[in-house]
Every structure is written in C-alpha cells, then in structure tokens.
C-alpha cells in the first residue's frame, strides 16, 4: 500500500490519545445512527454550508435534479446551505491534488474513472459508519464495490453509482444477413468480419481513452483473464487467457475495424453508431441516447445485448466507477455524512432523472424493475449486469498502483501495440515491464 | 501604350502568383473558424450523418445551440468573468512589467541581462508544476472559488514574459532621446513618461495584448482555483458545462468558441501593424 503520506508507527498501549480518538469515533457513530434512525438531522448541522464537487453528468436533467431538487430540499429539511460545483469528470484528479495542497475546498468530492480512496485515505473522513448503514439497510453491497473505497479495514468512501459499458448493436443488419445477436465475442467478430465489406465495420478505441480502459479489460476478463489476485500483492496479467485475448483483438481489428480507431476518443463510437455505420459498439449507453437524440432512423434498430460471453463462457463487464469521499479538512463532516446517507436512500430517484445511466452498487436497490430500464424493453436486459460488473484491478483490489496503471494506459497500449502489428510475446514483455515497473515504483515509496 | 499594358499585365501576373502562393495558407487559417460557423449553426442530426456532404448545411440552419449556450449554461457570466480577469491581469502587467522592462533595459544594474534571463526562465515552469504550491497561496488568501484567484495567479506567468518582451522593447529606443530629455530638465520618471513611454507604445500594447490573450487561454489554473459555475471563466466553463462524459455539445461548443474566439482575432487585426513592430522591436539588439 502506498499513500501520499507516509504511516507512522502507533503506538501499542492504549494511551489518552486513543482513549479520546476511540471514544470520539463512538459517540460519532451512535449520533450517526440515531440520526439515521430519526431520519433527522442534529441540530448542529443547521445553519451550516455544504459544498459537494462533482462532475457534469451524462445527463444535463440529472444534474439540474441533483443542484435545484435533491440538495434543495435535503437543504432546507435541515437548514444546511448546499452549494454543488461541477468540473469535467477527467479533470477532478487535478482539482482533488489542488485542495489537498491547499488544505482547503470542498466538504464532499466525487471521483469518478479515477478513483483516488487510497491515495488520499489518510487525508479522508472516515465513512466506514455511513458505508456499513446503506449496506444494512438497503441489502449489503456488491462484492466489487468495498475495493473501490476499502483502506486498512475502514471505508473512505461511498461508491453511488457506476455505470455499464453494454454492447450495442444494429439488429436491421444482422437480422439482413442471417447473423446471431453478438452474445459471445466470437460473434461479434463474425459480425464484423461479415458487416465490415458491406459498409459497417465496428470499433473499439485503440487508443489512450478511458473506454480504452474499459473496454479491454471487459474483453480480457471475459477470456478469463485477470489483472491481480484479490489480495492486491500479486499481478496476473501475465497468463495464457491475456494472449488469447490480446490474439483475439488483433484479428476483430484485421477483420472488423478501420484505421480510425487509432485516433479514437471516447465520444468517437458515440458518433460511428449514430452516423449508422457502425455494427456494433461496446459503449456507455451514452451511445444509445445520442442515436436515439440524433438519429431516429438507426435509433429504432438499434438494441442492447447482454455482454458477450468470452470462449468459456464467462461474461465480465468492467464499469465506470464513480465514489464520492469526504475531506478529512471538512468543517462539516456530519452534514457530509448525513448527505451521502440521503443520496444513497434517493438512489432510484437519481437512477430515473439519469434516464437509467447510473447502475446501483447496493443489492437492495438492484431488484427488477430497476427505474427507467426496467421498464424500457430494450434496456431491460441492464438489470442482469450487476452480477457480472467488475472495476480495474479485478479481481484484485482497485488499488494505487492499478490507477497508476490505468492512467498510463499500459492496457489498452498492449492490445493496440498487438493491433498495430506487434507480436503478443514482445507486448506482453512490455506490458509485464510496465506492470512491474509502477508495482515496484510504489512499493519503494 | 503598349509599355503600359505589358507592365499592368505583368503586375497583374505578381499579384496572381502571390495570392496563389498565399490560399493554401488562407485556406488553413480560416477552415477551422468556417468549420466552427457552420457547426454551431447545425442541427445535431447534420452533424452525425456520414452520408451528407460535411462543408454545408443538409438541414435548415438552427439557432438551438445558441439558446443552450445562453439559457441552459452560464455563457454570459464566463464572458463577463473572463473579460474583466484579462482587464485585470492586463493593468497588473502594465503596471509591473513596463517599470521592470525599463529598469533592467536602461538603468545599467548590475547583472540586469542575467535578472531579465531569470525573470523570462520562471515563465517557462509550467503550470502543472506551480498549482500544487500557488493552491496554498490562494487558500490563504481565502480567494478559493473566486475568479479574484485567477487575477492574483495570472501575473505569475504574464509578468515574466511582458518584462521580458518590453526589456528588448526598451532596448531598441536610442539613448540620445532619453539623454536630451535630461539636458532639457527631465529626471529618469519624467523622462520615461515623457519620452521613452510614447515611442514605446508598439511594444506596451503587445505586452498588454499578451497579457490578455494569455490570461484567456489558460484551462488549469482555472480548473484548480475556481469550481463555481457562475465564477468560472471561458475555458473552464464551456467544458464542464458542454462536454458530459463522452457526450460532446458540438454545436454549442463550436458557438462557445467562435463567440469569444472572434473578438479577439479581430482585436488583433486591429493593432496588427504595432504588434509586429512591438514583437519585432528587440530583434538585432
């Protein structure tokens, strides 16, 4: 474990200092859970201001439910003054790195595709009582969520959503050329393979991008394939599943895909389906809302499947992670945390004003029908992905050296370098070095 | 006659040929901006179709992304803010760089080439190294989340590079005008003021051009000091607001852009011939 401040060694007697810092945390946790209880807030929060940074959401009506309904109202209940600011979603690591220097700023951060809990865990609020209350109360947690926000056996965090990445795919051409729905990724090549000549190739980034990220390890863990082992301690890229699925790509790239997803970003399989020519993206349904926003025509032929199964069957489909933490800086701690608590319990209310995008975390909030795609028919096939859902690292931890991973794309640059020609053995030298390489890095610190 | 006509044909012929050398060059200064035009005009649906003809409209032309841009984001306040921090940030250049530029150029301190150097060396750091640090600075101000930080932040880099530029400036404008100043009864202010100031003005106004032009082009000091909505400028503003995820307002990005883009292009146009005279000044110095 590596952390921006270095542990210091505590001490084994029970001293006054961990007398107070014992009972302090007691008293905070049975207020907490009273109040959760009460479904009321102290007194002590009121008249106090809440500041939440978070991103800009998919859906512009998600964030003027979050800003003008949600914290309004919770606002007023409890007289806390809400202040909600927002910043592009890649750009709140920087931000983050800023009110950690200044030691000042926002009272509740989100983070979402770079999850930074165990990076800044000891500068975070301790959310263990307010993590351990949503589970009991709404059905306990899926088992990949507590890596996102676990550090030293406490909770930093709380994990409220994540969202899919499914396959979308135009049933018009498939259906016109006798082709089965893509449910394993061994008919998505055939698809492509077979849809490519007439016009309608398919694409996935092979490039630096957070679907990059994604998507390739949804592909390689469906082959079997694993990042690390679940203690964290150890990496398991390097095995026979890895180079069947980095084999794999290269032949979907020779067969079904065009040059251009060299250059990709992550809007660009947005635009390949809406324009009509793509077969079939991997994508956040974002790709879907923006067909059925631009394209009405392509829109009604376009469905969603389950994710593609990989050669034993086994489906992965690696999420976009979104955690919201709670600044150890804060002078507003209990109104933090009493927020969060009502956020979780709002879940499915800010599940129907994303128009389905966020996919909960906690079990009780899961159950069919879920709002929006559980009643959308060619959305409702989402409900079956919880089981399924992994985040980076799996089935390992999401731990610092991963993020590190993930922000250097060393996973997504194996199977371009594949792509591009390379063979699987010298990529996976390379990528193996770059895995070591940034696992030594932070051992050393 | 006849003379007459063969040298109008033959400066007809120049002229050809230097506009022809001239429209590849055209052509790529001004697609993007034409790109821009058409884009914000465009209805999404136009934009995402492969099958229609990209360089013109395949639909009527909407004013959609506009009425996003104005009514749904905080367009009119980014303009207002970014506006009024480049005025700012201007004036503290002007203020600090001409006195800077000219005591370095022109009072024969001790080290002064090496000072002017240093002083154009810490523009170089980078932003992404003085954030962390120029964060503590901010907070303890207490101007966190206020666009007064960027006004206190901006100088940093716009301060160098002005010293820097009016230095070579100042070194261009003869010694002789600045002494005959003195035998006349001037001190070293009056002087300056009186003398060097006027004839420096190609050189002042590229500072303050820089300085403003500068000041609207940065996106992460922006991003790290200012997070309100309302307090955000241009740069920060139009993507949080219009690129949600992998979902990207084109149109309303592309209007974004040509909107404060376009002032500035002919804010420099206007003063074209003196911000080359002012960038050129120092050369051969």
Redesign the interface.
């Known amino acids: 474990m590596t952390d921006l401040q270095q542990a210091k060694p505590s001490p084994s007697t029970f001293n006054r200092r961990k007398f107070l810092a014992t009972a302090g945390a007691g008293v905070a946790g049975s207020s907490l859970l009273t109040m959760l209880d009460a479904k009321q807030a102290p007194a002590q929060i009121k008249g106090t201001t809440l500041r939440i940074?978070q991103?800009?959401?998919?859906?512009?009506a998600y964030d003027t439910w979050f800003d003008s309904k949600l914290t309004k109202e919770w606002g007023d209940q409890n007289g806390v003054k809400v202040?909600v600011?927002?910043?592009?979603?890649l750009?709140l690591p920087?931000?983050m790195?800023?009110?950690y220097?200044?030691?000042?700023?926002?009272d509740i951060i989100m983070n979402g595709s770079s999850i930074l809990t165990r990076l800044y865990y000891k500068s975070l609020a301790d959310l263990t009582d307010v993590y351990d209350a949503a589970g009991k109360k709404h059905g306990g947690w899926i088992p990949t969520a507590k890596a996102l926000v676990e550090a030293e056996g406490r909770y930093y965090g709380i994990p409220l959503f994540y969202?899919l990445l499914p396959m979308t795919y135009r049933k018009d051409l498939f259906d016109a050329n006798g082709l089965k729905a893509p449910d394993t990724w061994e008919l998505a090549r055939v698809a492509a393979r077979t849809l490519k000549p007439k016009g309608h190739p398919t694409g996935i980034q092979f490039s630096q991008c957070?679907?990059a990220n994604l998507n390739w390890r949804s592909v390689l863990f469906s082959f079997g394939g694993a990042e690390l082992d679940p203690s964290g301690e150890n990496i398991l890229i390097d095995s026979k599943e890895t180079r069947e699925a980095l084999k794999f790509a290269k032949a979907l790239y020779d067969e079904g895909m065009t040059a251009e997803v060299f250059s990709w970003?992550?809007?660009s399989d947005?635009?390949y389906l809406?324009?009509?020519?793509a077969c079939w993206v991997h994508?956040?349904i974002?790709a879907y809302?923006?067909t059925e926003?631009?394209?009405p025509d392509v829109f009604k032929n376009t469905f969603i499947g389950m994710e593609p199964a990989g050669p034993n069957g086994k489906r992965v489909n690696t999420c976009a992670a979104n955690v919201w933490m709670v600044w150890k800086f804060s002078k507003n701690q209990q109104a933090a945390k009493e927020f969060l608590t009502h956020m979780v319990d709002t879940f499915s209310e800010g599940m129907t004003s994303s128009r389905g995008y966020n996919m909960p975390y906690l079990n009780g909030l899961a159950k069919k029908p879920m709002p929006v795609i559980g009643t959308d028919p060619k959305l409702q096939i989402l409900q079956d992905f919880p089981p399924i859902v992994a985040f980076y690292g799996y089935p390992g931890p999401f731990i610092t050296p991963i993020q590190e991973v993930v922000n250097l794309f060393v996973l997504p640059d194996m199977f371009t370098r594949v792509a591009r020609g390379q063979s699987v053995e010298d990529v996976m030298k390379w990528g193996m070095g770059e895995y070591r390489r940034i696992f030594a890095k932070h051992k050393r610190a | 006659m006849a003379t007459a006509q063969t040298l109008r044909q033959k400066e007809r012929r120049r002229h050809l040929w230097i506009y022809a050398g001239l429209t590849p060059f055209v052509f790529i200064a001004v697609f993007p901006i034409y790109w821009m035009l058409i884009t914000a005009f465009k209805q999404?649906?136009d934009?995402?179709?492969?099958?229609n003809i990209p360089f013109w409209f395949n639909l009527a032309p909407t004013l959609r992304h506009f009425k996003i841009l104005f009514f749904?984001t905080n367009y009119g306040a980014w303009i207002v803010n970014t506006m009024t921090i480049a005025a700012w940030v201007a004036l503290i250049t002007l203020v600090t760089a001409v006195p800077a530029g000219y005591a370095l150029a022109r009072l024969r301190l001790p080290a002064a080439e090496n000072i002017g150097i240093s002083v154009f060396m810490t523009y170089l750091v980078p932003p992404i190294i003085l954030?962390?640090?120029l964060?503590?600075v901010?907070?303890m101000l207490g101007l966190?989340?206020e666009w007064w930080a960027l006004v206190v932040v901006y100088p940093t880099f716009t301060i160098p590079f002005g010293t820097w530029l009016l230095m070579g400036f100042f070194k261009t404008v003869p010694m002789e005008m600045e002494e005959a100043a003195r035998v006349d009864g001037c001190g070293y202010l009056g002087a300056f003021l009186r003398v060097v100031l006027p004839v420096s003005v190609p050189g002042v106004l590229t500072a303050v051009i820089f300085a403003f032009t500068l000041s609207m082009q940065d996106f992460?000091y922006g991003?790290?000091?200012v997070?309100?909505?309302d307090q955000k400028p241009v740069p920060?503003g139009v993507?949080?607001?219009l690129?949600?995820?992998?979902?990207?307002y084109w149109g309303s990005l592309m209007g974004a852009a040509l909107l404060v883009g376009l002032p500035v292009a002919v804010l420099y146009n206007f003063f074209l011939d003196r911000f080359i005279q002012g960038i050129t000044g120092g050369v051969g110095k």
């Open positions: 940074l991103w800009s959401h998919f859906i512009p202040r600011d927002h910043i592009p979603h750009e920087a931000r790195a800023a009110e220097a200044a030691g000042a700023g926002h969202i957070a679907d970003d992550d809007a947005n635009r809406a324009s009509g020519i994508d956040a974002s809302r923006t926003d631009t394209n | 999404d649906p934009l995402y179709r492969m099958d749904q954030f962390l640090p964060s503590r901010v907070a966190q989340d992460l991003l790290a000091f997070a309100p909505g920060v993507p949080t607001e690129i949600r995820g992998d979902v990207y």
